[in-house]
């Protein structure tokens, strides 16, 4: 069967929502709470309410006891010791004063809160939440009269003089073609984790990719080398196991990138796994009794009878598999660049983003990769943030734009790109592909303590995988997706690297063997990639510090450099 064989149909909505997760059901809620008359129509590549990242892992809110903590407070810790002056203040501030109120709606929706909230680190604490939030919010949705269609994968994006008017995909299940006609559109299909540690194998970038073909612009895509400890042999993540490693020698080796526990995993201790190792004195250790304990304490504080089956499992799995404790960096990536103003709107007119496809592209985190971005809790609660923003712009937008009007030329041609590695006789095999980029990026000198010459050398090997992912083939529907997802990895890791490559200086989790300083004169800027006829281009935004409250000490000296 050729693609011009496929069954098309068409569907319109006020705003299509791309991704069924926290923030794209968030989103959802929040347009047709503020607009009612509005319709909303959700596509999900998976099932709505089962796909995304929250109802997956330990299932944490970031919460702030307002009481005795402002935003202010916040945010000057945030700059200075997390965000290293790259963040959006504004955005940063105003997602601290919603806590409260964001909290207060998720409970109206269904999610139960629990009471009980656990320090986390300065000013910041969680409270823990059942792993069916997800399904919760579908439910509330689907009352309110949200549409939703799954088992679609959203492939492109359709503009009219350069404003969003819909999308087009396709069913995974049957390789129906869906043509959109939207007057906005919210994409919230998540980061791009190249397919590697499980609990976050689901952002799969291709939302990402979309998005920058359509000439949306990417910010910060640099930051997208989240990676923290495993227990090697049943490869478990470890929370906070980083206060607690020693080499092969029995020496603490913590104790050389910090002096006390802090709120979460940094790049410096990946980094001295590396160095470690490189010294050969690995392998690195664990020493710290709690982390063997076969029962876990996270799973039981707060009563969430949905999850401890789910955990409970993961644990019996892994019981026995790591007595001594080996531990080694797990490449996660968590890449979220599209780039949005602070309505969440991205450089397309009504084309809104919401979650962890862009949060480091927002620029509140600073110089840290999407969540966990050493705060823990903080990945589903920007989730709903963004939702919330995100949904109440796009209501309001609609009321003051016409019907789009579609590009029947523009949809056949996407058609036609969509299923061409169903059509080719010969070509690359998508795992191929996806085991070549995780090749280059997982590496911790390669993703997480970088140089110029090995960024070169890392570049290179991609540009061939370039040109094998030209040519892939798929043999089904699912292997049509693989072939899709495997481009998105490729585009998205080129974007990484040459932006890295780019960045000469190390910030925050940001680390630069040979740039190894914090560089305010020349990178106190976000970098901002682009797609232009068919090229990558790469420029610099200057961070508007001083509009901002919190500045670099030596800014304070002199009012600027």
């Known amino acids: 069967m050729t693609q011009s064989d496929r069954k098309t149909v068409t569907q319109a909505a006020d705003i299509l929502i791309v991704g069924g997760g926290i923030a794209g059901l968030t989103a959802a809620v929040s347009a047709k709470e503020k607009n ?18 929250a109802n997956k892992g330990g299932g944490v809110l970031q919460y702030f006891d307002l009481e005795h903590t402002t935003p202010e407070m916040f945010v000057e810790y945030h700059v200075h010791s997390v965000g290293c002056y790259l963040g959006n203040q ?12 964001m909290l207060d709606r998720m409970e109206r929706w269904g999610v139960t809160i629990p009471k009980l909230k656990i320090p986390t680190g300065p000013m910041t604490y969680m409270v823990g939440i ?25 492939s492109d994006f359709l503009t009219d003089n350069g404003k969003i008017a819909g999308a087009v995909g396709y069913s995974i299940v049957d ?53 923290q400890l495993y227990k090697v042999n049943s490869f478990q993540e470890l929370v906070f196991g980083e206060n607690h490693m020693f080499n092969a020698l029995g ?9 006390f526990p802090e709120a979460d995993v940094s790049a410096t201790a990946l980094r001295e796994w590396y160095e470690q190792m490189s010294m050969g004195k690995g392998p690195v250790y664990l020493h710290v009794p709690d982390v063997t304990d076969e029962d876990n304490p996270m799973a039981h504080l707060w009563e969430r009878p949905y999850g401890v089956p789910f955990w409970n499992a993961n644990n019996e799995k892994a019981k026995g598999l790591d007595p001594e404790m080996e531990v080694a960096p797990g490449f996660v990536g968590e890449q979220s660049p599209v780039r949005v103003d602070e309505n ?26 999407a969540p966990p971005g050493r705060n823990r809790g903080s990945g589903i609660l920007n989730a709903v943030f963004a939702g919330i923003i995100s949904g109440e712009a796009a209501a309001e937008y609609i009321g003051s734009v016409p019907a789009p009007v579609i590009c029947e030329a523009q949809a056949e041609r996407y058609k036609a790109e969509a299923y061409a590695p169903l059509n080719r006789e010969n070509g690359v095999d998508p795992i191929e592909i996806i085991d070549g980029v995780q090749k ?31 040519e892939l083939k798929a043999d089904d529907l699912h292997g049509l997706l693989a072939c899709h997802e495997a481009e998105a990895m490729v585009l998205c890791c080129e974007m990484q690297l040459r932006a890295a490559a780019m960045r000469k200086e190390s910030r925050g989790w940001f680390i630069r063997e040979d740039y190894p300083d914090m560089d305010n004169e020349n990178w106190l800027k976000w970098i901002v990639v682009q797609n232009r006829n068919g090229e990558m281009t790469f420029e610099t935004e200057a961070v508007p510090v001083t509009e901002y409250e919190v500045q670099p000490p030596e800014f304070q000296i002199t009012g600027g450099i």
């Not at 059942?130 to 509330?140: A, E, F, G, I």
């Not at 009352?143 to 088992?151: C, F, R, S």
């Not at 991205?346 to 962890?356: E, F, K, Q, R, V």
């Open 36 to 53: 009612p008359d509005a319709q909303v129509l959700i596509m999900e590549k998976q099932t709505a309410g089962y796909s995304g990242k």
């Open 90 to 101: 504004n955005m940063l501030k105003r997602y601290v004063a919603m806590n409260n109120d």
């Open 130 to 154: 059942d792993l069916n939030v997800t399904l919760q919010m579908r439910k509330k949705a689907e009352k309110l009269g949200v549409k939703i269609i799954d088992k679609v994968t959203v």
């Open 175 to 227: 390789g129906t073609f869906y043509v959109v006609a939207a007057k906005s559109v919210i994409l919230a299909s998540g980061s791009q984790n190249y397919r590697v540690a499980p609990m976050w194998s689901s952002g799969r970038g291709d939302g990402i990719a979309a998005a920058y073909r359509a000439g949306a612009k990417m910010r910060n895509a640099e930051f997208g080398n989240f990676a």
């Open 251 to 259: 020496e603490n080796v913590t104790q050389n990138f910090r002096r």
């Open 344 to 369: 969440m709107e991205t450089s397309i007119s009504g084309l809104y983003a919401a979650g962890d496809v862009c949060y480091c592209g927002s620029g509140a985190s600073g110089a840290v990769p």
């Open 440 to 470: 280059i990026l997982c590496p911790v000198e390669n993703s997480i303590y970088m140089s110029g010459h090995r960024l070169e050398v890392a570049l290179r090997k991609l540009e061939k995988l370039k040109v094998k992912a030209g």
